[in-house]
């Protein structure tokens, strides 16, 4: 075995050297061009609602699904079905996505 060879550190203090000058620098401002849109809510209130209502049947383990009637194991699926029952409410949501099934 190899003995190694005790250092010790010294305490170097810090000192600023540099002193730091303000600046006067103009604010540029920048026009709101056309193209940007403002952000608005996609979805309303009733969706909220809804969605709420399902998940807490979700947590429970009573949210069954539609034709099947099996229960519902997915988080995604169950938000899935709050927001087409909102849609079928006529609560303001999205359109679906297209499904990308295979038609036979």
């Known amino acids: ?43 309303g209130a009733a969706s909220r609602k809804k969605v709420n209502r399902v998940m807490h049947e979700f947590g429970e383990g009573q949210l069954k699904s539609g034709r099947s009637g099996k229960k519902v194991e997915s988080r995604k699926q169950a938000i899935a079905i709050g927001l087409s029952e909102a849609r079928r409410a006529g609560g303001k949501v999205p359109p679906a996505r297209k499904s990308s099934r295979k038609k036979s």
């Not at 190899?2 to 540029?28: I, P, S």
């Open 1 to 43: 075995m190899a003995v190694r060879k005790k250092t010790t550190r010294k305490k170097t203090t810090h000192k600023k050297t540099t002193t730091h000058k303000k600046t006067t620098q103009k604010k540029t401002t920048r026009k709101k061009t056309a193209s940007r849109k403002k952000a608005t809510r996609k979805y």
